[in-house]
């Protein structure tokens, strides 16, 4: 066997393909791949013995904008106007060391959380990608585009971002790049039917936002005669690549227009409720008609925090309470929302579940944390949705490389996140 | 200076009476009591450099039913009538050793979440209160009373609960006994009065839960032809000293009843809307009123963690997002809810707040984790409301006792830990 190995052995396994139970077991990884998934421990170059704690997918992360981290806690508890206005200017203000440095430290905060791999909609993606790089979290970056009249990007917005696909398709296997439209508000059917043009050709999703305020749902109807969703349809925008945030504000027939068209969607159960955009997204109405429902943390502007944790128990409390039935939705059904439809949702099929020939992209929930006993068969996947946070997340595994150990960054992410504070510390008075 | 001292050097301090803003100082601490708060580092037995770390009160969780931790996990995703017939048989069915454990584990828990002190409502509140005296966090214990005909208490609950104030009234700095009502659904007027009596003879609060379901409400109109805040009016139980738990389904007349009557209330947004109460507490008009809004987690088996952070983020994104306003509740307001209405809550005024002469029940939280950066002048309560998790609580103080340390407990305190784990394993084959 050439190659490197990595041995996670004695774990408590959840989220095995095709298994609904937890397991105990060892997996073997080789480069980036599990290799094997055994009742025996294994031999390999680095052995992590789990201990019988929890072994769960990384997260995915579907919606987020990585590079807004420095804005935590600087837009909070004002009216959405006003938030939409102070974000453009510290959005508009910004270098590229600012926002490569701000990536970092949102990167690190999502491996802290137990997200393995996130979907990020931005313009400057090509240095939010050196941050993947350096970090090995992966990446599944959308360029972001919109009318030029509204953009503050150099140049054209679509041949940014088919710039972008281009010089970063066969960069990285962490990264994936592709294109982003950033919503009705801001894009005319041209810009939308272009994206969708190089969304094709390179084979790629498209990110967008997408009926998340009522404004938007009121704007788009006044001015086009239309809703949100309903005038993508009409314009044959509506496709399989589509991976659609919010989708706050939908009707039935929109709900059917997202399953006819295989749209994905990304709910931001935090980030919505905290703008306080009013209203749940219609989630049991979608996965009745097969909608696949994803899960995303937003932008440390809104959220404030990239936590997967604090996004899937809110998200159940808000459906349950909203619908006064507290059986609407159960942990399996948020756990896989969070796992395996997060990589429906990026397209990509070897993330999201454990298996063999699947990418190593794993993490390890302490179960000798206070939190989270009892813990057993019975439990485990609630306890994960209901009862873990972001202090649980001992070890954290992509692609087969070793980020976070013991609760400790490894020495890589550890040095970029001190230089990343350093930088920012240094140039902002107001850190 | 006689006495055992301990110092906290170096601190960014939030939460000092008086004083909004975060202040950058060192405090000296006397036994259980702050002595001193400077900008020059103190000398002292014991020193704990906080290295510019941010330092709070204690949060003060004024709900909870601690005994109930080993039903984590396992009560969820139920209609309110199969968790309610559930958690009555396992609570039927438990021994001293099981409550005792169990509470031990809801400790470790509370104190990993940065609560210092908490208000319980249980039955043998004297096997929780060893808990508290061998752990070292503050209880403010009541004993819950009932219609004899409801309860499986041996005895009189009513005399139960007033020979549980006088064996523990002096028993130890600690623990402060009080009389508990369940509510309405199973307490006669007469057992309501009662109470009241022994709460006004021995100087208590009295802990109830209050217009918690659209069920009790129905229920209460249909056999008392009152709402229970006016059933509970009508006899003149509303008073300084209770303690109401929900609050969810209450009218303006009864918001201005509450008030009237200084009566408190703790919001358990999580534990309401897991169980899918529906409605939210109408907060902003209590606010308006003067009623005193304080927090709680309720029990882990309807919330299931008991985490303030949690608790405090969702209940902004609640009230926000249900008010369609993201301005209708601040940060300030929520902190201060967290820790200084606790106080008011459970009637001690030297808890809640950070100041000469206060109890000395601090938490540090770590600023160096990746999910509180940047934090400042500017955003330090913002981040602990909308960032902060658990595993920031680096250490924990309670009574001048350090409970936890640098992310590790106190020997006493893991070693209470891993007792009632092993004991709660080798008791229970569903562990």
């Keep these: 066997m050439s ?8 774990a408590l396994i959840l989220g095995v393909k095709g298994k609904n139970k937890l397991i105990e077991g060892s997996l073997l990884i080789k480069d980036e791949f599990i290799k094997k998934i055994s009742d025996e421990p294994f031999d390999a170059d680095k052995v992590i013995d789990a201990n019988k704690n929890l072994l769960i997918p990384g997260f995915i992360n579907t919606h987020s904008h990585v590079a807004m981290s420095r804005f935590k806690g600087l837009l909070d508890d004002i009216k959405l106007s006003e938030f939409l206005e102070k974000t453009f200017k510290l959005d508009s203000q910004r270098t590229d060391e600012d926002i490569y440095n701000s990536s970092i430290m949102g990167i690190c905060e999502m491996i802290d959380s137990g997200i393995t791999a996130f979907a990020d909609l931005y313009y400057s993606e090509d240095i939010i990608a050196r941050a993947v790089e350096d970090t090995g979290i992966r990446g599944f970056l959308s360029w972001n585009t919109l009318d030029k009249k509204f953009t503050t990007q150099t140049g054209e917005p679509i041949e940014n971002a088919e710039n972008f696909i281009r010089s970063f398709s066969k960069r990285s296997s962490l990264i994936t790049p592709s294109i982003g439209v950033q919503g009705i508000y801001v894009a005319s059917d041209d810009t939308y039917l272009k994206a969708y043009e190089i969304s094709k050709k390179y084979g790629t999703i498209i990110h967008t936002h997408l009926a ?12 086009r005669g239309k809703r949100p969703v309903e005038q993508l349809d009409s314009i044959g925008f509506l496709n399989e690549n589509l991976l659609a945030a919010h989708t706050v504000w939908l009707n039935l027939s929109e709900v059917r227009a997202l399953s006819k068209k295989n749209v994905s969607i990304s709910w931001n159960s935090v980030s919505n409720e905290k703008l ?17 429902v994803s899960m995303g943390t937003d932008s ?18 808000s459906l349950k309470n909203s619908r006064w039935d507290p059986s609407i939705l159960n942990a399996d059904e ?13 397209h990509n099929n070897s993330i999201g579940s454990i298996g063999e020939n699947m990418l190593a992209d794993l993490v390890l929930i302490d179960l000798g944390a206070s939190n989270m ?59």
């Design 3 to 10: 190659g490197k190995t990595l041995a996670v052995n004695n």
């Design 212 to 223: 998340e305020t009522r404004e938007e749902i009121n704007n788009c109807m006044k001015e």
């Design 276 to 292: 306080g955009v009013g209203g749940i997204p219609p989630i049991p109405e979608m996965m009745a008609q097969g909608v696949n």
């Design 300 to 317: 440390c502007g809104s959220n404030n925090s990239l936590d997967m944790f604090c996004v899937m128990k809110n998200s159940a409390l």
């Design 334 to 346: 948020l756990f896989q929302m969070a796992t395996q439809n997060g990589s429906y949702a990026v």
């Design 373 to 431: 006993f009892p813990t057993s068969g019975n439990n485990a996947v609630n306890n994960i949705i209901y009862s873990a946070n972001p202090g649980n997340t001992q070890t954290v595994i992509v692609n087969g490389n070793v980020l976070k150990e013991n609760f400790r960054f490894s020495k890589n992410l550890e040095k970029l996140k001190r230089k990343a504070m350093r930088y920012l510390r240094e140039n902002f008075n107001t850190i």
